[in-house]
Antibody
């Protein structure tokens, strides 16, 4: 069965960096794009962008450029989200979610989410 | 950027009743590229509907979606206890792909 399993919660100080992983199983990794979605406490969902699992080319939504980096390790079917120079407002649950290349850009499977807390 | 506005913010109903949730877009959503998700506390969203009216795999037929252009509706025909959750819509007709703020469906 399809699974996206994310790394565990993180507590970081302002200015630090964090790297969240998302390991895929149960399907061919390169047949789906991997997206990242943020949900701040008590807020709605916000699409951060996606990475092409064939080429490794990332696309960032407005507001997620500069400090946010998407990457892959296709040998272990894993996508990564790295956030640098963390700020308190980066505190959120971060989800990975896949999208089929052949079809619309809706998210059919999601990781369980990773809570990143930024606090001094 | 397409802004999605969901109403009502909270809907209080009893099991067995019918729920009607609205999602209105600030501009027309091309090709009815509109999805609905269910989210329970502490869980990831779950895809219910895509293409405005197509049910995702494994979704019960009490869930149905309709609409086009700027007005979309999610209907739950007879509420089951497990249906009480937050529902949000998402448009994927144009990037950036945006979500509504959600409707909380609570037990009356």
């Amino acid at each position: 069965q399809v699974q996206l399993v994310q790394s565990g919660s993180e507590l970081k100080k302002p200015g630090a960096s964090v790297k969240v992983s998302c390991k895929a199983s149960g399907y061919s990794f390169t047949t789906y794009a991997m997206n990242w979605v943020r949900q701040a406490p008590g807020q709605g969902l916000e699409w951060m962008g996606w990475i092409n699992t064939n080429t490794g080319n990332p696309t960032y939504a407005q507001g997620f450029t500069g400090r946010f980096v998407f990457s892959l390790d296709t040998s272990v079917s894993t996508a990564y989200l790295q956030i640098s120079s963390l700020k308190a407002e980066d505190t959120a649950v971060y989800y990975c979610a896949r999208v089929p290349y052949s079809g619309g850009w809706y998210f059919d499977y999601w990781g369980q989410g990773t809570l990143v807390t930024v606090s001094s | 950027e397409i802004v999605l506005t969901q109403s009502p913010g909270t809907l209080s109903l009893s099991p067995g009743e019918r729920a009607t949730l609205s999602c209105r877009a600030s501009q027309s959503v091309s090709s009815s590229y509109l999805a609905w998700y269910q989210q329970k506390p502490g869980q990831a969203p779950r895809l219910l509907i895509y293409g405005a009216s197509s049910r995702a795999t494994g979704i019960p037929d009490r869930f149905s979606g309709s609409g086009s252009g700027t007005d979309f509706t999610l209907t739950i025909s007879r509420l089951e206890p497990e249906d009480f959750a937050v529902y949000c819509c998402q448009q994927y007709g144009s990037s950036p792909y945006t979500f509504g703020q959600g409707t909380k469906l609570e037990i009356k």
